[in-house]
């Protein structure tokens, strides 16, 4: 495995990114290029990346809905995801990520159409034409798990996988976003292990974070910083460490470089007590 998270700090040049990058002793970090960069841009980035030993885990396209009722913002999303996917290919990112959408008006949320035959076949219909349109030989295109949008399970996951039918397709794995229920949340070790059994070799990137329940009248969880939660690290990262070795562990969300601190001593001091290493 190799750790990585956000920089908050500023830079001006790839060999400042990947300074800041070494700096913090990490061997992954996520695209710093935006959509609107140019070819050379993202190959410089990928370069420097590449000389300075680092993984680029993701290049993500956010704040886009692919399942938008509206066409035009459809179709924008749409492009935008291509647009991303071929930054992707030219960084040699290990994948481009974005959400599956959603038939709400805000791009992540909840809704009762999100779900069933009717999303799942305009789902695989996106992701074939985005991959398509690019034909990735160095890069996947991955969907990043929800609780209300695909995938949202191992088998859905699979199911996609089968039916999309593209060898640049891949897995995006977010163990948090998948904790939807009390089964989950108290036993997020046995499906933590079942989804790498099931999808281990088409994974290609791990966020890592946390989740806990509130103690309210009801069903209520919040993200937490890695180790302040419920998820079965132990069993997580136990699981990853039988799948590719370069594969990217990176934290998220959190608002200061404290915080990120914390949490990278969190999984650093797990990861050993497990006897397990990073690269």
């Not at 959603?102 to 219909?125: I, L, Q, R």
């Not at 699979?158 to 999309?164: D, G, M, R, T």
């Amino acid at each position: 495995m190799r750790f990585g998270s956000p920089l908050l700090e500023k830079y001006d040049s790839p060999q400042q990114w990947t300074e800041l990058i070494q700096k913090r002793g990490h061997t992954a970090a996520n695209s710093p290029v935006k959509a609107d960069a140019s070819d050379s841009e993202a190959i410089a980035y990928g370069n420097a990346a590449k000389s300075a030993g680092i993984v680029i885990a993701e290049q993500g396209c956010w704040h886009v809905n692919c399942l938008s009722e509206n066409t035009a913002e459809k179709e924008a999303a749409i492009q935008k995801c291509i647009r991303q996917l071929e930054i992707a290919e030219l960084l040699e990112a290990r994948c481009c990520v974005s959400l599956a959408g959603s038939k709400a008006e805000n791009w992540d949320a909840p809704h009762k159409d999100n779900m069933g035959k009717a999303a799942f076949a305009e789902v695989v219909e996106n992701c074939r034409r985005i991959i398509d349109a690019v034909k990735p030989q160095k890069t996947f295109y991955t969907l990043e798990p929800m609780p209300w949008t695909m995938p949202y399970d191992a088998e859905n996951e699979l199911n996609l996988i089968k039916s999309i039918d593209r060898a640049a397709y891949a897995v995006h794995f977010d163990p948090v976003n998948m904790v939807y229920s009390p089964d989950r949340y108290f036993k997020s070790g046995e499906y933590i292990t079942n989804f790498v059994d099931t999808l281990g070799s088409y994974i290609r990137v791990c966020h890592v974070k946390d989740v806990i329940l509130s103690n309210e009248y009801v069903w209520r969880l919040h993200e937490c910083l890695p180790g302040e939660g419920a998820l079965d690290y132990d069993a997580l990262f136990t699981a990853l460490d039988k799948l590719d070795p370069d594969l990217p562990v990176t934290t998220e969300h959190l608002k200061t470089t404290a915080e990120y601190d914390k949490a990278e001593a969190f999984i650093r001091n797990k990861i050993k007590s497990l006897g397990l290493t990073l690269l």
